[in-house]
């Protein structure tokens, strides 16, 4: 069967660009020619095709009946062509998966983990960029600015975020809950840390910094909860990343809020100890984000796959009595 003829790709491209723009001017920076280039290409098309595309108007274009109808087929042939030319690309080269993450997901979490995937999948590159949004109210609280490219795409991405994030295809990873947490030392004293009137002498660690408002901070809300009214949350050394928060507390510096998850090793070494066991549920989440495009490469689908496992298999409710233990005997 014999191909119908087809125009020439420049002009179908020029179709789409101002289809999707409805402006000869945005197309033509799209595509890094002339508005008159564009208006060239247009005319050409629809003199081959005999019909007219657009309707020229005093305030702009507007797209003829025929033209709305057949832009979905463009669009869609433009983006198969696109997943082609990147698969001729990566053709004989090494699968390369780019990870977005908050830096504190990133350094406590991923970290300690990533080398089981990579035992997994040896034919598999990997690159983590610690860039991943912190989103309150569906809003990134710390934007990027991937969008005029200073960051490489991300494959997956995991955000940090109080509400399920936009996304093609977005799964919870974990809740968070946090504990009042410090270096052993802290706890023995002088002066000792054995109730929570004494958090009354020791520094409080605050890796909430961003936040201005210190009447809702995390230690605020945490202080509520304890009972505590004696002890004003705003005092204290601010950090703009909890995981620095988290170092200085491995310090000795003060107290932290920090989850068990984000603290396993420290708390393994016993370089940290909860204080106090009164755990408080954040509002918050950590979420993993991929389109629909990219789940369709190989390698995106194996560390989303690896990711959800690993995440399910941490359970903080068995966390916390095995903390309890190691404290136990760090005391004797």
């Known amino acids: ?48 095709l005999g019909f007219v595309l657009f309707e020229r108007r005093n305030r702009g274009i507007e797209l003829t009946d025929v033209a709305l109808a057949v832009l979905p087929h463009f669009q869609q042939g433009f983006e198969m062509l696109g997943q082609a030319v990147s698969e001729l690309r990566r053709y004989g080269q090494t699968p390369l998966l780019t990870i977005g993450g908050t830096p504190t997901f990133v350094s406590r979490w991923l970290m300690p983990r990533l080398q089981g995937f990579l035992q997994a999948h040896p034919e598999i590159d990997v690159r983590v960029v610690a860039s991943g949004e912190l989103i309150v109210g569906g809003l990134p609280i710390n934007p990027t600015r ?17 509400d399920k994030p936009s996304g093609e295809l977005v799964d919870l990873l974990f809740a968070v809950e946090v504990l009042p947490m410090c270096h052993p030392r ?41 009972g505590i009214t004696d002890i ?7 950090f703009d990343h909890s995981r620095l928060a988290l170092e200085a507390a491995t310090d000795g510096l003060g107290v932290v809020l920090a989850a068990t998850r984000l603290a396993a090793a420290e708390l393994a070494d016993q370089k940290l100890a909860v204080a106090f066991q009164i755990a408080m549920p954040l509002d ?14 190989a390698e995106v689908a194996a560390f989303r796959s ?5 995440a399910s298999r941490e359970n903080p409710s068995t966390v916390l009595p095995q903390l309890k233990a190691l404290q136990s005997r760090a005391a004797l």
């Open 1 to 48: 069967m014999t191909s119908p003829r087809l125009p020439p790709l420049n002009a179908l491209r020029a179709f789409e660009a101002v289809a999707r723009h409805q402006s000869f001017r945005k197309a033509a920076d799209e595509l890094f020619v002339t508005p008159a280039a564009v208006s060239h290409q247009i005319k050409l098309l629809e003199q081959q």
């Open 146 to 162: 991937r969008s005029e490219g200073h960051l490489p795409d991300i494959d997956i991405d995991i955000r940090f975020s109080d």
């Open 186 to 226: 802290l706890i023995a004293g002088p002066p000792p840390l054995l109730i929570l009137s004494d958090l009354g002498h020791q520094t409080l660690l605050h890796g909430d910094g961003r936040n201005a408002d210190r009447s809702r901070s995390i230690w605020a809300r945490w202080l509520k909860l304890a």
């Open 232 to 238: 004003d949350p705003r005092h204290g050394v601010r």
């Open 284 to 297: 918050m989440a950590y979420y993993a984000a991929v389109s629909n495009t990219a789940m369709k490469r």
């Open 306 to 310: 690896w990711l959800i496992a690993e």
